[in-house]
């Protein structure tokens, strides 16, 4: 059936392979494993952008293929990273505190054991008690398990509230808007249970693989984010083919239409929103390792916004659109902000790309929006002669 | 006999204004049906009441040998039901071929893990061949729907509802920006579909009407003002002078 499947789409394929030429070219460039060429940092940055690519995906999946405009995905990324990084900051801590209490005379009680890692976990908050929600911190096996159904339920309940009373277009974007800006405001607050504005830190450092250097640490996790949007990739290549696809896209071109012939739209909706959030989770629990830290101002409501503008230049309802969109902008956005763009003198005044920067995504996005509707993507259209 | 559809003493208020005024009307199983009237007559809002897009204030409406209400269900459901519509302007998928279209119309489940894990069957596109013959679609089955003509358009929406095999079909001005041939042809297709199924149309041509040779219900005001023979409603008095006095006025 794959066979099949490779062989009626072969967007699907060339994507798999460009990804895989990619990902072959970074291993023989890095410091681990190659010639050394690209450092580590620019290795994580790769990795990144990579988890951003399979988001953006999601995004594609449920704003160009299903027409909702959710700006809210991002939350469900953070939440991924947040749901990772309870378990690598308690898993490194608590690894800590036991080499510290190693040679007391008297061994210290699990309850003194706890305390410390609280300690040292929340003394930034000024609390060292432990959040009813981390509760299964301490089990690696849970907290990937929360990775995907923390955000699974959240989207679930959010979406059937929503969809139920029939809230579409600008005012479902509104509402998806709200949803992230309230758990970004949770999130702020001390007694949240997540440190508050302090995030979490300290994700790089991989519990168990301590005397695994940095270059090898970034190699792992570029692979396992190659892998896993091309995983995503395929998955939602195969959702959005044959006769969902069909549907989907029904919806999101005459969504009454669809009902009349007897599909229950909101049903599509709400699958389609909830596994484009969990999948949204899987990248951010892949991002925020590399990242090394994850704090609640990564979730606040322009996050997602940036994600649908990556969408709308890499060209929305195709995924590689989604990919392209996502590498390039993000790319470029940290070119731009991270002072590698030379700043231009006009002589009285000085473009400073620091903030110009917002300024010149800004435009493009207007512009495309205005000139190109279907973004960079829609370059291939011109390649690959259509079969008419 | 009994019934494929009663609605019965249906009213429904839009901002005061009275679109349907205790509508009582009924379908049997097979047959071929013309609802005529002026414009604000309350056709469309009386398939919007039966699809279940307009819940009405009061009434009845009662469908199938279960004798069922439709009025708690919502437009999903009641598709499912076995009522299929065809809207006024074409309303196709343009992005997707006439053969996607048409799949997707076609009886089949509906729920979304069926949708998803749904493979082609050789019944299925057996069938699909034999609607987009029906409605003359045959060539066209790879195209996009969004290059065919407008009169190509409704009959691909014409074939949809064919595809979804419902008992009662609803079908609003199918004729209307076609050429006569093209008129012809949609009127052999709809009374050919009538023979196993209750075909409702609405249309303002009284020619197209003319050809369909069935009874006729003529709707004023949200209710029934006649009901009969095309030339028994058009020498009723009545009717001459709400409806086609006006139009010659």
Known sequence: MKKTFIGQNPSVMWFLLALAVFTLAVTLLSEATGIGIISTSFVKTLGKTLCLCLVAVAMDVVWGYCGILSLGHFAFFGIGGYAIGMWLMYARTESIVLESLVGQPIPPTPQEISDAIGNQIFGVVGSSEFPAIWAFADSLVLQLLMIVLVPGLLALIFGWLAFRSRVTGVYLSILTQAMTLALALYLFQNDSGLRGNNGLSGLQNIPGFENTSQAWVSVIFFWASALALAAGYLFFAWVVSGKMGSVVKGIRDNEARVRFLGYHVESYKLFIFTITAIVAAIAGALYYPQAGIINPGEITPIASIYLAVWVAIGGRGRLYGAVIGAAFVSLLSSWFTGGGAPDIPLGFYTIQWTDWWLVLLGVSFVAVTLFFPKGIGGLFDYLVRKPS | ?????????????????????????????????????????????????????????????????????????????????????????????EAQTVRQNLAMALKTKRGPFAVLTHRKTVEN?????????????????????????????????????????????????????MTPEEREKTTDILREAAKTRAVVVVEHDMEFVRRLECKVTVLHEGSVLAEGSLDQVTSNQTVIDVYLGRGHA
């Not at chain 2, 309350?42 to 897009?53: R, W």
């Not at chain 2, 060539?139 to 407008?150: F, I, K, P, V, W």
């Open chain 2, 1 to 93: 006999m009994s019934m494929l559809l009663e609605v019965d003493g249906v009213s429904v208020t839009f901002d005061g204004f009275r679109a349907i005024n205790n509508l009582s009307i009924n379908f049997a199983k097979a047959e071929l049906r013309a609802i005529i009237g002026p414009n604000g007559a309350g056709k469309t809002t009386f398939m919007d009441i039966v699809t279940g897009k307009t819940k009405p204030d009061e009434g009845k409406v009662i469908w199938g040998d279960r004798n069922v209400s439709l009025l708690g269900m919502s437009e999903s459901q009641i598709a499912r039901e076995g009522i299929g519509r065809k809207f006024q302007k074409p309303t196709v998928f």
């Open chain 2, 125 to 177: 596109g057996t069938r699909i061949e034999e609607v987009a013959e029906q409605v003359g679609l045959t060539e066209q089955l790879t195209r996009t729907a969004g290059e065919l003509s407008h009169g190509q358009k409704q009959w691909l929406e014409i074939g949809m509802l064919l595809a979804q095999d419902p008992r009662l079909m609803l079908v609003d001005e199918p004729a209307a920006g």
